[in-house]
T-cell receptor, first 113, second 112 residues
Framework: GAVVSQHPSWVICKSGTSVKIECRSL??????MFWYRQFPKQSLMLMAT?????????EQGVEKDKFLINHASLTLSTLTVTSAHPEDSSFYIC?????????FGPGTRLTVL | KQEVTQIPAALSVPEGENLVLNCSFT??????LQWFRQDPGKGLTSLLL?????REQTSGRLNASLDKSSGRSTLYIAASQPGDSATYLC???????????FGDGTTLTVKP
């Protein structure tokens, strides 16, 4: 199956700073990747679909200027949380499909102080 | 709009029991359904994928069934072990290029 990595696994930052999270597809190229966030004891909420070489598609209610997504290569998508605030603290997970199966990265825990 | 529901939200069983987790969806025109396991603070691990043309899939002690007409899928876990303790999520995909819709999950605790 596909292998997806994320970096960092956890990050703590001060309010007002920006944080970049990387998602890599290690063994296969990915023209499309997905970004989710998950609050404690809740299910996954799709934030956006990352498209290689073009703009990301954001879900309704997700601020595209706050959550910047870049998919510059077929193996790397990045999510930048700009001007982070405590309410942005969450678990962010990326994923991709391979032969119809969805594979997830290990997630990134963001804590904004 | 596809909606996915998982019942129960939490389940606690003694070790060795067989158990069934339920997943229901509102739109029966699905492309496939996937079951995942999530351990606390971790990403999701794929357990089983059932295509719309299939009725069930098996992997070890796990068996997943799909009944599109009734909008239901079940995940059967045989001879449960403490290591099976985790949250189990199902996800439904409507098209081969579409995004997945997730249920809220069932948190399973298997007591030694």
């Amino acid at each position: 199956g596909a292998v997806v990595s994320q970096h960092p696994s956890w990050v703590i930052c001060k309010s007002g700073t920006s944080v970049k999270i990387e998602c890599r597809s290690l063994d296969f190229q990915a023209t499309t990747m997905f970004w989710y966030r998950q609050f404690p004891k809740q299910s996954l909420m799709l934030m956006a679909t990352s498209n290689e070489g073009s703009k990301a598609t954001y879900e309704q209610g997700v601020e595209k200027d706050k959550f910047l997504i870049n998919h510059a290569s077929l193996t790397l998508s990045t999510l930048t949380v700009t001007s982070a605030h405590p309410e942005d603290s969450s678990f962010y997970i990326c994923s991709r499909f391979y032969t119809d199966t969805q594979y997830f990265g290990p997630g990134t825990r963001l804590t904004v102080l | 709009k596809q909606e996915v529901t998982q019942i129960p939200a939490a389940l606690s069983v003694p070790e060795g029991e067989n158990l069934v987790l339920n997943c229901s969806f509102t739109d029966s025109a699905i492309y496939n359904l996937q079951w995942f396991r999530q351990d606390p603070g971790k990403g999701l691990t794929s357990l089983l994928l059932i295509q719309s043309s299939q009725r069930e899939q098996t992997s070890g002690r796990l068996n997943a069934s799909l009944d599109k007409s009734s909008g239901r899928s079940t995940l059967y876990i045989a001879a449960s072990q403490p290591g099976d303790s985790a949250t189990y999520l199902c996800a439904v995909r409507t098209t081969n290029a579409g995004k997945s819709t997730f249920g809220d999950g069932t948190t399973l605790t298997v007591k030694p």
